[in-house]
Nanobody, 113 residues
Framework: QVQLVESGGGLVQAGGSLRLSCAAS???????MAWYRQAPGKQREWVAT???????YYADSVKGRFTISRDNAKNTMYLQMNSLKPEDTAVYYC????????WGQGTQVTVSS
């Protein structure tokens, strides 16, 4: 069972940046991984995916502003978020892409206008 711990969230003004981290235990981290987010009153949505080989995919709403990356040696995945908008406010989670494990607690990102 892979365990996931998200960190790096916070309060930032619109236009600012944050870098989220996802620390994972277990060998399945080397499979495709993804970031998801859940805004208040909304369903959880997919944000970005990184494949085993490093190919990346993004939701249209974050394309050009967010960058997903991973360090397999550290079992850690990142999400660099630039040009943040109030609509990016959500709890951000990491999990598998095409597979899932138990959800972590997530990390809160709040973007003020």
């Amino acid at each position: 069972q892979v365990q996931l711990v998200e960190s790096g969230g916070g309060l930032v003004q619109a236009g600012g940046s944050l870098r989220l981290s996802c620390a994972a235990s277990g060998s399945r981290f080397r499979n495709a991984m993804a970031w998801y987010r859940q805004a208040p009153g909304k369903q959880r949505e997919w944000v970005a995916t990184i494949s085993t080989g490093g190919t990346t995919y993004y939701a249209d709403s974050v394309k050009g502003r967010f960058t997903i990356s991973r360090d397999n040696a550290k079992n850690t995945m990142y999400l660099q978020m630039n040009s943040l908008k109030p609509e990016d406010t959500a709890v951000y989670y990491c999990n598998g892409a095409g597979w899932t494990t138990s959800w972590g607690q997530g990390t809160q990102v709040t973007v003020s206008s």
